[in-house]
C-alpha cells in the first residue's frame, strides 16, 4: 500500500505542476495578446493625438483671418472716399453745389453704404476666426484627451506580473499540499 499512496503522491503532484504550467502558459499569452492589443490602441491614441494637434495648429489661422478681414474693410472704406471724392470732382466741374441738396445726400447715401460694407467684412472675419479658435480648441481638447487615452493603455500594456506571479504561487501551494499530504504519511492500517 505505500507503493500505491507514494504513487499517487507522484501523480498528483504530476497533474498539479501541469496544472501549474497550463494555468502559467495561459496567463502569459492572455498577458502577452492584451500587451499586443494596447500597444495597437496606443499607437493609434498617439496617431490621433498627432493628426488633432495638426488640426488645432492649422486652425490657430483666426489671427491672420483678422488681419486680413481688417484689410478688406479699409480697402473698401478707402474705395468709398475714391468714389466719394470722384462724385465731387464731377459735381464740382459742372458747376453744382456739392455740399448741399442732392449731391450731399447721395454723397452721404455712398459713404453710409460703404461703411456698412466694411462693417460686414470685418464682421464675417470676425466671425471665420472665432469659428477657427472653436475649433483650434475643440481639435487641443481631443489631441489632449488621445495623449491621456496613449499614456494609459502604454501604462496597461506592461504584463500584468502580479496575476502572472498569483498563478505560480497557487500552483506551488497546491503542488506542496498534495506533495505533503502523500509523501511521508502513507495510509495507516489499523
Known amino acids: 500500500m505505500a507503493v500505491a499512496s507514494s504513487t499517487a503522491a507522484l501523480l498528483g503532484a504530476a497533474v498539479t505542476l501541469a496544472s501549474t504550467a497550463v494555468g502559467t502558459w495561459s496567463a502569459v499569452s492572455r498577458q502577452e495578446e492584451q500587451r499586443k492589443q494596447a500597444e495597437f490602441s496606443a499607437d493609434m491614441a498617439r496617431r490621433n493625438a498627432q493628426v488633432a494637434e495638426e488640426n488645432a495648429r492649422m486652425a490657430e489661422e483666426a489671427r491672420q483671418t483678422r488681419a486680413d478681414s481688417y484689410d478688406k474693410a479699409v480697402r473698401k472704406r478707402q474705395e468709398?472716399?475714391?468714389?466719394?471724392?470722384?462724385?465731387?470732382?464731377?459735381?464740382?466741374?459742372?458747376?453744382?453745389?456739392?455740399?448741399?441738396?442732392?449731391?450731399?445726400?447721395?454723397?452721404?447715401?455712398?459713404?453710409?453704404k460703404g461703411e456698412l460694407d466694411a462693417l460686414s467684412i470685418e464682421e464675417q472675419g470676425e466671425r471665420a476666426a472665432y469659428n477657427q479658435e472653436v475649433q483650434a480648441w475643440n481639435q487641443r481638447n481631443a489631441a489632449q484627451g488621445a495623449q491621456a487615452r496613449e499614456r494609459q493603455l502604454r501604462s496597461k500594456s506592461s504584463t500584468d506580473y502580479l496575476s502572472l506571479s498569483k498563478t505560480l504561487l497557487n500552483g506551488a501551494g497546491r503542488l506542496g499540499n498534495n506533495f505533503d499530504l502523500f509523501s511521508g504519511q502513507g495510509p495507516r492500517l489499523p
Open 80 to 112: 468709398t472716399s475714391l468714389l466719394v471724392g470722384k462724385q465731387r470732382a464731377q459735381a464740382g466741374a459742372s458747376g453744382a453745389q456739392i455740399d448741399s441738396g442732392s449731391h450731399l445726400d447721395s454723397q452721404l447715401d455712398l459713404r453710409e
